[in-house]
């Protein structure tokens, strides 16, 4: 077995301490972090998918996958991210409300802070109202992940809060995960769609001007 199918495996098996284990092998032996994270950790996670897709595990198992890749991106966050870039905007994200999947959430949030974006993550299950205060506190954008077909129509109370609270125009409302797509977002008056972190990172860079 390569060394990021011996990854894939860990993760998908839910071992924390071997798919440790195996990310700082994989970073030793000269592997890409973005490699690593690409063909390893979210390969991992797409395998774990299409096992429950197929009925072959359950939640319980999916949940401990999500706990294993999550202790293999801490060992990788460092080699993904720069540090001490200076601020250029703020940006509150979560997922849609209704919505606990926060693997994809967290990445996007890993990358707009290593680029030197002020990130205040307001976690998962997130009510519209509470992008709206945020935005009331100097959030420049908003950025909405959805992992559901069904939470992924809440992504429009979001943007429907905004035009209420008459701040529609003074902010940017980015939407993704695996369901987004461009239609879908123009379809709810956001402003744009991303198809993963870093082209969450230079969207939002065209956005806000920044
Ligand atoms: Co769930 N789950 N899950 N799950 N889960 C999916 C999403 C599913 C596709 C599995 C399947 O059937 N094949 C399916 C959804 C089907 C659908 O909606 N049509 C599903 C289901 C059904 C469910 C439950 C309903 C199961 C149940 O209870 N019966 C339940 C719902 C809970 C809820 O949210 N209310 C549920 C629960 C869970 C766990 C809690 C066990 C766990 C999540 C743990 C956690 O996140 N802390 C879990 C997991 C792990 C998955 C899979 C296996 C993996 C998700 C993941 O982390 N992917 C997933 C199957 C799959 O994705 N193939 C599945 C890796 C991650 C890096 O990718 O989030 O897509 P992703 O993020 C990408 C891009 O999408 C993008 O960038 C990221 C990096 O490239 N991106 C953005 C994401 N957000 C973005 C925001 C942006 C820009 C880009 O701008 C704002």
Known sequence: MGQLEELRAAIVDGQNAAAVAKVTEALASGLSPERILQEGLIAAMGETGALYQAGDIFVPEMLVAAQAMRAALGVLKPHLVKEGVASRAKVAIGTAQGDLHDIGKNLVAMFLEGNGFEVVDLGVDVAPERFVAEVNNGARAVAISALLTTTMLNMADVVNALVRANLRD??????????????????????????????????????LDV
């Not at 987004?180 to 977002?185: E, L, S, V, Y």
């Open 170 to 207: 003074q902010v940017s409302v980015l939407v993704g995960g695996a369901p987004i797509t461009a239609d879908f977002a123009r379809e709810i008056g956001a402003d744009g769609y991303a198809r993963d972190a870093s082209s969450a990172v230079d969207l939002l860079c065209q956005l």
